[in-house]
């Protein structure tokens, strides 16, 4: 048996059929004030387009975009100062903003020295 989705007792069927307004009230306080004061213009062009097709795949570097249920299923590229990160928007993503699921630092893994190191710091104890 596999467990249905819900978002505050809500199903992603009547998540998509909610008008914004009703839909905000469900968000967290900084998602809720933030749709208050409206969308910025660049984050109404991605979501008319997002809505126009669905299917496409989608650029942006609006990464303080909420997720709304409507953008459940799409794939996007979100910018993460470097390049885009490819993200298929899921369910559980609903009230989130796109920025924080494209990391912009990665982890560093050290190795051994490299090329040009000085005398001191090519040295590597045995034990």
Do not use: C, W
Request: glycine residues 8%.
């Amino acid at each position: 048996m596999a467990k249905q989705f819900a978002f505050h007792g809500k199903t992603l069927e009547e998540l998509k059929e909610m008008n914004l307004d009703d839909f905000s009230l469900l968000l967290k306080s900084r998602q809720r004030r933030a749709l208050k004061r409206g969308l910025t213009d660049k984050q109404k062009i991605l979501l008319e387009k997002i809505r126009k097709n669905p299917k496409k795949f989608h650029r942006t570097r609006s990464r303080q975009m909420i997720i709304f249920p409507e953008m459940v299923g799409i794939k996007m590229g979100v910018h993460n100062g470097k390049d885009y990160v490819t993200l298929e928007i899921k369910p559980e993503m609903i009230g989130h903003r796109l920025g924080e699921f494209a990391l912009t630092r990665k982890m560093v893994k050290h190795s051994s020295p490299g090329f040009g190191a000085t005398r001191s710091s090519k040295f590597i104890p045995l034990k």
